[in-house]
């Protein structure tokens, strides 16, 4: 018996529609396509005893918000004093993605200032987003040049990327590489005293 069902997925960011499931199955194998991309994200299959189980990489439901930070406490575009910041939204620190203006040309990514040093690092990518982590399971028992030690948020990275997901979202800047393409993204790294 082969039946086909469709069903809504979810809503795309700001009002841009309607993205519908499509399920298609029979006796061998179920598939959901959505209709965003035409987008399989289930496959299931039977193995050697007959046993069905999902072979796709994926969610469940149209994940991939983006969204405005502007009023919460992830609105980092003025300079905060971190710790005071994480306090103050009683944050266990962060460790997201931060999507930044298309371009694939060097664009502003961010800038951090030691006010202890005077030190600044300012970071330029070609990447669309930033993932900025906080040392959030950094608990003291990792030991530094010099026998230094490193408890929780003692430090912090600022990792360029695209952003997570990008294969399975299709309004996300594009991920996939194909072949004949070329993988050409860049990051600089500006030190500075302030």
Known sequence: MVSVARAVFGELPSGAGTVEKFQLQSELLRVDIISWGCTITALEVKDRQGRASDVVLGFADLEGEVA?????AFDLRKPVELGKHLQAFHLNGFDHNFCLKGSKEKHF?????HAGSGRVLEVYTTQP?????????????LKGKSGAVYP???G????TQNWP??????????????PGEEYNHTTWFKFSVA
């Open 109 to 113: 990514c961010a800038r951090v200032h």
């Open 129 to 141: 987003g930033v993932q900025f982590y906080t040392g959030n399971f950094l608990d003291g028992t």
């Open 165 to 178: 997901d990008a294969v399975n979202q299709p309004h996300f800047p594009p991920v996939l590489l194909r």
């Open 152 to 154: 929780k948020h003692s």
């Open 156 to 159: 912090f990275c600022l990792e």
């Open 68 to 72: 405005p930070v502007q009023g919460t």
